[in-house]
Every structure is written in structure tokens, then in C-alpha cells.
């Protein structure tokens, strides 16, 4: 709303699949923010979202961005085309926010962020994890296992049958470990700099650029001697899925396994609560809302998603030259 003649922010929607869905509903249910437009990859996936939720189709993201009325941009499409909509937008005067990665390139995420602060918007990139009920479950019992020197993180999506879908396409995707910044992101926001990352991958290719499954492994050393190693899968290959992260210290360790967690000491096992995912797409609209209208704190920054997004960069060329990567 703006402060000075409350007025609804507008807001543009870029996307018509599961994340611009719940940003629909979240802002559709603040009376601060209203929807003016939306558009999506085809004219028929735009027709339908916009009758499902009553909104103003518009055939093209370049043809929303010409919209004076606009404050607010919602950018919800594949990983590819972030980029190049963040900053067209940001170069129009709007406000944005974008479900990560920002960019599959950190120079070009870095180049975006600089458009911003010149341009003086909010540039938020969406990562919800941290809002999540596994990351604070970590955050608040982090201190109860003394010094953490190990830490293994495991997500394997187990999917058949596997269609030519966006997410498992190379250049539409990224690597995965960037496109799937969040398990890069997550290590980074409790353990801090990373000093160097050694990283193997496979995929399962179909024809031209999709594949049916990938597998990407790399170990983290940070830069306060913690060693964590992060697992990202998914896809026909895998007949079960896994949802694990063990974080080791010294005086104790954390096992998450799906919605369950616990604490280890010894023979001593003590349960922890662990709280759902839902809701996390309107707790992070509330928040932006929040920091628009009132000017209170957003809970992470596009330089702390840049960073994660260096680590996974410094991933994907391990993985390419068979090397440890060290970062400056």
C-alpha cells in the first residue's frame, strides 16, 4: 500500500504454475496488494489462471512490464528466464520479487542487484527454506550439539514417469545445484563462507537437451573447518526418495529425517519438533508486503542468495574439470 495514499500496491504476475498460484492467493488475500495482470509461457495456461483467479491476462511479461500502474513484480517462471525479466523490470521502475535462482550466472546476479540499489527497489529473491519449520528447528536447537564440525544433507525425489518437463531441462533449468539453490543456500545461511567445493554429477539424458534423472554430489569445506556434504537427486533413476540432514558436533548431533527430528547424545534420544511447510509462499508475501508498506526487515538478502548461488557456480565447474574449486 502505498504510504501516502494508501492505495493498493499493483502488482504484476509473471508465471501460471505452483509458486505464482500460491503468490495469487497470498496477495489476493492482502488487502495491500491487488493483482492487476498476468501472463505465463502459452495463451492457454494464461487464460486459465487468469479465470481462475479473475485476473487481467496479458499476452507477454514485455507487455506487462509497459504497464505504468505497476509497482510490484512477481516473477514465478522457469530458472532461464529470470534474469532477463528481473532486470527489464527493475530498468521500468518496478519493484520485484523472483523465486531463486535469481540468475544461472553469479556475474549476471551481481549485475542485477548493482540495478537495484542504483534504482533504489526491492529486489527480493524468494527463498522459503530459511522460513520453514526444518531450518528453524536447526536454528533453535544448533547450540545444544557444542561445536558442529559435519554436516550431510541428502534430497532425492523420487519421480516416474518423468515427461518432458522445464525442470529437467539443461539451459531451462541450470545446474542443478543452482536451480535448486536452496540446498546450497541453506548450508551457507548456518555455517557461513565456504573456502573450497569439490563436486561430481551424472545425468540420465533423453534426446536433445532433457534428461530423465540427475545426480549431483559435492563436498563443502568451510572456511571455519566445517565439512558438509550436500546430495541433490531426482527423477526415474531413483525408486525411493530421501529427505535427510545430520549435522554432527561435539557434543552432540541433529537428525532430521523427513517432518521428524531428533537430538542424540549417547544412548539419549530426544524428539524434536519439527513444524510443517505450508504457508511458507504467505509468510514470505506478508514479509515483503510488510517491508513495503512499513519498512520493516526483510529475512534475507539477494547478496546472501548471490553467494549461494557463487558456491553452486563453483559446484557446477568442479563437476565439469574433475578439480577442487577453491573461492577467493
Known amino acids: 500500500m502505498d504510504s501516502e495514499t494508501k492505495q493498493p500496491l499493483k502488482v504484476g504476475l509473471i508465471g501460471t504454475g505452483f509458486a505464482a498460484s500460491k503468490r495469487a492467493e497470498a496477495l489476493q488475500s492482502d488487502g495491500r496488494s491487488r493483482i492487476v495482470a498476468v501472463t ?18 496479458v499476452a507477454s511479461w514485455q ?45 549476471t546476479a551481481q549485475e542485477i542487484i548493482n540495478l537495484a540499489e ?50 529437467y531441462n539443461h539451459s531451462m533449468f541450470g545446474f542443478p545445484f543452482s536451480g535448486a539453490l536452496s540446498r546450497i543456500h541453506r548450508l551457507t545461511d ?18 536433445a537437451e532433457y534428461y530423465r534423472a540427475c545426480l549431483c554430489n559435492a563436498q563443502l569445506r568451510f572456511e571455519n573447518g566445517i565439512i558438509a556434504e550436500v546430495t541433490y537427486g531426482k527423477g526415474e ?10 549435522i554432527h558436533g561435539d ?8 517432518s521428524q527430528g531428533k537430538l542424540i547424545r549417547g544412548e539419549t534420544e ?8 505450508r504457508g511458507l509462499f504467505t509468510k514470505d508475501t506478508t514479509i515483503i508486503l510488510d517491508y513495503l508498506c512499513e519498512g520493516t526487515p526483510l529475512y534475507v538478502t539477494p547478496h546472501a542468495s548471490h553467494y549461494a548461488l557463487q558456491v553452486a557456480e563453483a559446484a557446477r565447474l568442479s563437476a565439469a574439470i574433475g578439480k577442487t574449486v577453491a573461492l577467493s
Not at 41 to 55: G, V
Not at 142 to 147: C, P, R, S
Not at 237 to 246: H, I, L, P, Q, V
Open 237 to 246: 533413476t531413483f525408486w525411493k526418495g530421501d529427505r535427510t540432514f545430520e
Open 118 to 167: 542504483s534504482k533504489n527497489k526491492l529486489l527480493h529473491v524468494e527463498h522459503i527454506e530459511l522460513l520453514g519449520g526444518l531450518h528453524q528447528a536447526i536454528r533453535r536447537n544448533l547450540a545444544e550439539i557444542g561445536t558442529v564440525f559435519f554436516a550431510r544433507y541428502v534430497t532425492i525425489n523420487s519421480q516416474r514417469p518423468i515427461s518432458q518437463r522445464w525442470s
Open 63 to 107: 507487455q506487462l512490464l509497459e504497464n505504468p500502474d505497476i509497482d510490484l513484480v512477481v516473477i514465478c517462471t522457469i530458472n532461464r528466464d529470470h534474469a532477463e525479466i528481473a532486470r527489464a523490470a527493475l530498468e521500468a521502475d518496478k519493484h520485484v520479487i523472483v523465486e531463486y535462482p535469481l540468475a544461472l550466472n553469479p556475474q
Open 190 to 207: 548456518l555455517f557461513g563462507k565456504v573456502a573450497t567445493v569439490s563436486c561430481q554429477s551424472r545425468f540420465w539424458d533423453t534426446e
Open 270 to 277: 530426544i524428539p524434536l519438533e519439527v513444524g510443517d511447510r
Open 251 to 258: 557434543k552432540g548431533t541433529l537428525i532430521f529425517a523427513g
Open 40 to 57: 505465463g509461457h502459452t495463451p492457454e495456461t494464461i487464460a486459465e489462471f487468469s479465470t481462475k483467479y479473475n485476473l487481467s491476462p
